[in-house]
Nanobody, 129 residues
Framework: QVQLVASGGGLVQPGGSLRLSCTTSRFNLEPYPIGWFRQAPGKEREGVACISSSVGSTYYAASVKGRFTISSDNAKNTVYLQMNNVNPEDTAVYYC??????????????????????WGQGTQVTVSS
């Protein structure tokens, strides 16, 4: 399984914004549903957002809906997660990975967590004043 590389994390104040990027040089991301996931200290990994660029569908977890936006730039082979109005509960290591179709996730109401072979480099996001 090819692992994706997440980047763009950092320290941000509550209420601030940050944009994360996800990419790979190994294959074209466009045909695949791509998910953003996060893991906070002492907590289980959770799904945050999903995008299926080929069909134009997205999904957001309730905790980020209205604050985060997932998008893709096929020319750059990159999927982004724009994080606005962040709060300390958004502090986590963020990862991206291929996932199940976003329409299936919408029907389930939850993002299944991929197996260990799917995880590449994550990026730390810390929300603190």
């Amino acid at each position: 399984q090819v692992q994706l590389v997440a980047s763009g994390g950092g320290l941000v104040q509550p209420g601030g914004s940050l944009r994360l990027s996800c990419t790979t040089s190994r294959f074209n991301l466009e045909p695949y549903p791509i998910g953003w996931f996060r893991q906070a200290p002492g907590k289980e990994r959770e799904g945050v957002a999903c995008i299926s660029s080929s069909v134009g569908s997205t999904y957001y977890a309730a905790s980020v809906k209205g604050r985060f936006t997932i998008s893709s730039d096929n020319a750059k082979n990159t999927v982004y997660l724009q994080m606005n109005n962040v709060n300390p509960e958004d502090t986590a290591v963020y990862y991206c990975a291929t996932t199940i179709p976003c329409t299936t996730t919408q029907a389930m109401g939850d993002m299944p967590i991929p197996g260990p072979d799917y995880w590449g480099q994550g990026t730390q996001v810390t929300v603190s004043s």
